[in-house]
T-cell receptor, first 116, second 111 residues
Framework: EAGVTQSPTHLIKTRGQQATLRCSPI?????VYWYQQALGLGLQFLLW???????NRGNFPPRFSGRQFPNYSSELNVNALELEDSALYLC???????????????FGNGTRLTVT | SQQGEEDPQALSIQEGENATMNCSYK?????LQWYRQNSGRGLVHLIL?????REKHSGRLRVTLDTSKKSSSLLITASRAADTASYFC???????????FGSGTKLNVKP
């Protein structure tokens, strides 16, 4: 099965601009999670979408937003970019599992966003 | 913060040695998971342990969980250079749909 795909791989933007990052989950997965990973640091939870709805949001300002489309792919938008938004943005999908809700996340390889 | 915290932050060993990394967390959990991240890439799920389990094995991996101490350990036996990566624990904070990651342990296995 094809894994989680993210595009673009790299994105360079100027402070104040907007960035759009895209994610296609594994076929059949309805949940999409977004994480921010600043260089050398851990993962900070951004957003969780399931069945087209935003289910949970991390401690990020409103200029971080997104959506999930009917085909379960997702988009992360970052408005008014700041230098500290430079990071690896990881998308993960999750589906049902025989274990029930104890199913793992499947990650894409991320989009490296650089804000200059 | 509900995030797990890994210890040590960095670990350097020789090929063939065992590597042990620890994770501590603050809230109750349903399960705890371990992931590996090769440099600059996405995370790969390694193993999941439920809150009612104390130990689990998968190949060269051994995970223990002590819910009374709110801690877990990941042991990689007979390490290989290919095990060089960052390792993260993820807890759910008692909510099956949440995943809280720590800051990771960076493992370097020298050939």
């Amino acid at each position: 099965e094809a894994g989680v795909t993210q595009s673009p791989t790299h994105l360079i933007k100027t402070r104040g601009q907007q960035a759009t990052l895209r994610c296609s989950p594994i076929s059949g997965h309805t949940s999409v999670y977004w994480y921010q990973q600043a260089l050398g640091l851990g993962l900070q939870f951004l957003l969780w979408y399931d069945e087209g709805e935003e289910r949970n949001r991390g401690n990020f300002p409103p200029r971080f937003s997104g959506r999930q489309f009917p085909n379960y792919s997702s988009e992360l938008n970052v408005n008014a970019l700041e230098l500290e938004d430079s990071a690896l943005y990881l998308c993960a999908s999750r589906g049902d599992h025989p274990w029930g809700y104890n199913s793992p996340l499947h990650f894409g390889n991320g989009t490296r966003l650089t804000v200059t | 913060s509900q995030q797990g915290e890994e210890d040590p932050q960095a670990l350097s060993i020789q090929e063939g040695e065992n590597a042990t990394m620890n994770c501590s967390y603050k809230t109750s959990i349903n399960n705890l998971q371990w992931y590996r991240q090769n440099s600059g890439r996405g995370l790969v799920h390694l193993i999941l342990i439920r809150s009612n389990e104390r130990e689990k094995h998968s190949g060269r991996l051994r995970v223990t969980l002590d819910t009374s101490k709110k801690s877990s350990s990941l042991l990689i036996t007979a390490s290989r250079a290919a095990d060089t990566a960052s390792y993260f624990c993820a807890t759910d904070g008692g909510n099956f749909n949440k995943f809280y990651f720590g800051s990771g342990t960076k493992l370097n296995v020298k050939p």
